[in-house]
């Protein structure tokens, strides 16, 4: 072998493994990526599913407006085909992240309290929320690691999953999910001639406004009442809704109050 063929042979290996490293020194930032990420509102939507990284220290489980229909029966009148009762429908966390219910379900003509409770692999009631009027919320709840369901103890068809891995959360970030409508809507009074400001302009404002960071949003249409002007549920306003996953650093008892507010602010009423 002369000299010539063996420097190109050994520049030739070099350059092979300094690809391989590459390659799998890409894989592992791509995995660590996906594990500091916050879903985008996109995926929640897409998927009904939202996989959190450590960062999170609480997630605020969104109870959604018009949550007490039942799918099966009165499917048009919810807010959307897409985590109608949950935001999200199913969540993956890490050990050590708190649970909190936001009530946003809105009274309208009758009040629509909620009581979730969350059952272990066994069928086991673990935790209950307790009655959570509009607006409330439930204190926060750390689970061990497993898999639990949560269901609503009036409403059946109400259902959702937890799943909290043996990864320990290492943050103290808050991050939730909000529907809202994506446009103002034409009559935004409720049935006492209140007014509510509630759309995405507004919350891209007052998100901001009060401690929060919009994470990010994702527009999308629900429009299936055959009978109904507009295609859409009265009740909801509006067809055209955004879901916004939003994060903050505040404490947990100062961004609750402020959720209530924000979640009275909005038109579904």
């Given at each position: 072998?002369?000299?010539?063929?063996?420097?190109?042979?050994?520049?030739?290996?070099?350059?092979?493994?300094?690809?391989?490293?590459?390659?799998?020194?890409?894989?592992?930032?791509?995995?660590?990526?996906?594990?500091?990420?916050?879903?985008?509102?996109?995926?929640?939507?897409?998927?009904?599913?939202?996989?959190?990284?450590?960062?999170?220290?609480?997630?605020?489980?969104?109870?959604?407006?018009?949550?007490?229909?039942?799918?099966?029966?009165?499917?048009?009148?919810?807010?959307?085909?897409?985590?109608?009762?949950?935001?999200?429908?199913?969540?993956?966390?890490?050990?050590?992240?708190?649970?909190?219910?936001?009530?946003?379900?809105?009274?309208?003509?009758?009040?629509?309290?909620?009581?979730?409770?969350?059952?272990?692999?066994?069928?086991?009631?673990?935790?209950?929320?307790?009655?959570?009027?509009?607006?409330?919320?439930?204190?926060?709840?750390?689970?061990?690691?497993?898999?639990?369901?949560?269901?609503?103890?009036?409403?059946?068809?109400?259902?959702?999953?937890?799943?909290?891995?043996?990864?320990?959360?290492?943050?103290?970030?808050?991050?939730?999910?909000?529907?809202?409508?994506?446009?103002?809507?034409?009559?935004?009074?409720?049935?006492?001639?209140?007014?509510?400001?509630?759309?995405?302009?507004?919350?891209?404002?007052?998100?901001?406004?009060?401690?929060?960071?919009?994470?990010?949003?994702?527009?999308?249409?629900?429009?299936?009442?055959?009978?109904?002007?507009?295609?859409?549920?009265?009740?909801n306003k509006t067809g055209d809704h955004t879901l916004i996953i939003f994060g903050?650093?505040?404490?947990?008892?100062?961004?609750?109050?402020?959720?209530?507010?924000?979640?009275?602010?909005?038109?579904?009423?």
């Amino acid at each position: 072998m002369n000299k010539y063929y063996r420097i190109t042979l050994i520049i030739s290996m070099y350059a092979f493994l300094t690809i391989i490293l590459m390659n799998l020194s890409n894989r592992s930032y791509g995995v660590e990526q996906q594990e500091l990420e916050i879903p985008q509102a996109k995926s929640v939507y897409d998927t009904e599913t939202m996989h959190l990284p450590r960062s999170v220290g609480y997630f605020i489980i969104l109870i959604a407006n018009e949550a007490h229909e039942d799918w099966s029966n009165e499917k048009h009148k919810l807010l959307t085909d897409h985590n109608p009762y949950f935001v999200p429908s199913h969540i993956l966390i890490p050990k050590g992240t708190a649970i909190v219910f936001l009530n946003a379900d809105a009274p309208w003509n009758t009040p629509h309290p909620h009581t979730i409770n969350i059952k272990d692999s066994s069928g086991k009631v673990i935790h209950t929320t307790g009655k959570m009027e509009y607006a409330n919320s439930s204190d926060s709840k750390v689970l061990p690691a497993g898999t639990y369901s949560i269901t609503d103890t009036e409403y059946e068809w109400m259902k959702g999953t937890i799943t909290v891995s043996d990864k320990t959360s290492t943050g103290k970030e808050i991050v939730g999910g909000f529907y809202s409508p994506t446009n103002q809507v034409s009559n935004n009074l409720d049935n006492d001639g209140n007014t509510h400001p509630g759309w995405l302009g507004y919350y891209e404002s007052e998100f901001p406004n009060n401690g929060f960071n919009i994470l990010s949003k994702h527009n999308f249409s629900y429009n299936t009442c055959s009978y109904c002007e507009g295609k859409f549920w009265p009740d909801n306003k509006t067809g055209d809704h955004t879901l916004i996953i939003f994060g903050t650093g505040q404490p947990l008892s100062e961004a609750i109050v402020k959720l209530q507010k924000l979640v009275k602010d909005n038109v579904y009423i």
